[in-house]
């Protein structure tokens, strides 16, 4: 992962799966087919990260008297985790899941996901990062709501415990409008940390991850439904899974673009058979007599480009015909005077 690698795709399934284990399953299919390279989860434990004060961001649920009470609806149990994990690998793709609880971290450490994606409202949660950090497993940080002093904080902590670590811009609204995107900071992140930065976005399209790939992001983290048309807040700032299978068909082309600069030189060359045979070359319009002196009405430009090419036309006019010339026939500069 970073600069000289393939950009590193992430399907974030979050909690699309509103509950049901059925629908997280069929949410790791639909992200294998896609091509992206990991699936990424949330792992809730309602008792261990929340209470009953906490309000909710958007307020959709009707079942769900309290955002506790929705954490609650959203926990898998360890043996359903491992399935969910087990399936993901099965499938080709890393499993990937943000904790928000130390409980969350030891269960996700125990199934044995490869790295830890840090949500953007847990970048302050420092004694969390040194956890996860000291499992020797990258980290993932999400920046959204982080100034660069929190970021730099947050960055501080997962290294001095040993861990790698990678960041992504991130514009924490739902969705995100073109103007907050930030796809400047990308560069100044690559500057300050030196480390691989990606793009988590939220707008709920694919172009700014496209255009993060051609500004050097060596991640992509999109949230991704089945339809524009299913339940739940992130819907406005998920992809659908067949937009995820384009933007990582678009990625994998933009690299293959990036990769292979192009020289005008050797194009030109490498192309001259297309240029004789789309090219235009100069032609009499009618019959023509030896002493006649050409002027524009006299000259057509014509294909194919196997004779005197057009940007000759200047040149030729004024000039005095050597011999007897027919309609539609092909000057040439030998037969030509003065």
Partial sequence: ???????????????????????????????????????????????????????????????????????????????????????????????????????????????????????????????????????????????????WSDLDDAFSVVRNNGAEIAVFQCTTAYPCPPDKIGLNLISDMKSRYGVPVGLS???????PSLSA??????????????SKECFGPDVPASVTTEELRRLVDGIRFTEAMM??????????RDKKELSILFGKSLYCKTDLQKGHKLNLRDIALKKPGTGMPARMLDDVVGKILKRDYRADEQLKESDLDG
């Avoid at 989860?41 to 309290?66: G, L, M, N, W, Y």
């Avoid at 409980?103 to 409202?121: M, Q, T």
């Avoid at 990769?259 to 030109?268: R, S």
Wanted: a negative charge; charged letters at 20%.
């Fill in 1 to 147: 992962m970073g600069n000289g690698f393939p950009c590193f795709v992430i399907g974030e399934v979050a909690q699309a799966h509103d509950g049901s284990l059925g629908a997280a399953h069929a949410y790791i299919d639909a992200v294998a087919k896609s091509g992206a390279n990991a699936v990424k989860f949330q792992t809730h434990i309602a008792e261990a990260e929340s209470t009953p004060d906490e309000k909710f961001r958007v307020r959709v649920f009707p079942q769900d008297a309290t955002r506790y009470d929705y954490w609650r609806r959203m926990e898998f149990s360890s043996e359903q985790w491992a399935g969910l994990f087990d399936h993901a690998r099965q499938r080709g793709l890393i499993f990937l899941s943000t904790p928000f609880s130390f409980e969350a971290v030891e269960l996700l450490d125990r199934l044995g996901v490869p790295a830890w994606k840090v949500g953007s409202g847990e970048v302050g949660n420092l004694p969390m990062l040194k956890m996860m950090a000291r499992t020797g497993k990258p980290v993932l940080l999400s920046s959204g709501m982080s100034s």
């Fill in 201 to 207: 976005d939220h707008s709920g399209t694919i172009y």
């Fill in 213 to 226: 790939v051609t500004l050097g992001a060596n991640l992509i983290e999109v949230h991704t439904v089945f």
């Fill in 259 to 268: 990769l292979a600069p192009v020289d005008k030189d050797v194009e030109a």
